[in-house]
């Protein structure tokens, strides 16, 4: 079963800084990976996708995602963080033909002045 | 564009008691989706509809949650009766498709209902 985990629960950053957050991959077959973020009291809304080609994916609101296949790894990155990219931040997995996605636990990001 | 759309936003309701949460997904979008956030957790589906027909039902508890979408456009997932771990977010999405290979289409979430179950 595809499955995908994200090793922290929270991770801390200065404003300015750069900010990675932490995904990895168990899949059967290519992986068609997504990152999504979830503010307060809203949905979640997407980010960014790997399906194939170029290993540095670059999505909205200036975050990308470097996908390594010999590490499974699909980790979230931004050059200089924000306060306002301060979230819920959750990783995902299509699994089978039909676009279900499998989501990770999540991880908050804190971004402090 | 208008978002996916869901209503209420929050309800509380006692166990055994039942609800009903609606969506209604984006314009044109043919596929709709059901998921359970649980606090702490991610969401996890519960439910896919391809147009009115099912896809994926495979999480559904469905000795007590059923779900419909007539017509192929609007969604109702009901809890009847509840219990105290269906206490969660319950959020609809909706995508352009369902898949194809070599394409994954984002799926667009609304905003959720909070349910809580004393």
């Known amino acids: 079963a595809q499955s995908v985990a994200q090793p922290e629960d929270q991770v801390n950053v200065a404003e300015g800084n750069p900010l990675t957050v932490k995904c990895t991959y168990s899949?059967?077959?290519?992986?068609?990976l997504f990152w999504y973020v979830q503010y307060p009291n809203r949905g979640l809304q997407f980010l960014l996708k790997?399906?194939?080609?170029?290993?540095l994916v670059k999505g909205s609101y200036g975050f990308e995602a470097e996908f390594n296949k010999s590490q499974t790894s699909f980790h979230l990155k931004k050059p200089s963080a924000l306060v306002s990219d301060s979230a819920l931040y959750f990783c995902a997995v299509r699994d089978g033909g039909y676009n279900k996605l499998i989501f990770g636990a999540g991880t908050r990001l804190a971004v402090h002045p | 564009e208008a978002g996916v759309a869901q209503s209420p936003r929050y309800k509380i309701i006692e166990k055994r008691q039942s609800v009903a949460f609606w969506c209604n997904p984006i314009s044109g979008h043919a596929t709709l989706y059901w998921y359970q956030q649980i606090l702490g957790q991610g969401p996890k589906l519960l439910i896919q509809?391809?147009?009115?027909?099912?896809?994926?039902d495979s999480q559904l508890p469905k000795d007590r949650f059923s779900a419909e979408r007539l017509k192929g456009v609007d969604s109702t997932l009901k809890i009847q009766p509840a219990k105290l771990e269906d206490s969660a977010v319950y959020l609809c999405a909706s995508s352009l498709k369902t898949a194809r290979v070599g394409f994954a289409y984002e799926q667009y979430f609304g905003p959720g209902t909070r349910l809580t179950v004393t």
């Open positions: 899949v059967s077959g290519n992986p068609y």
């Open positions: 509809f391809q147009n009115n027909g099912v896809v994926d």
């Open positions: 790997y399906i194939t080609g170029d290993n």
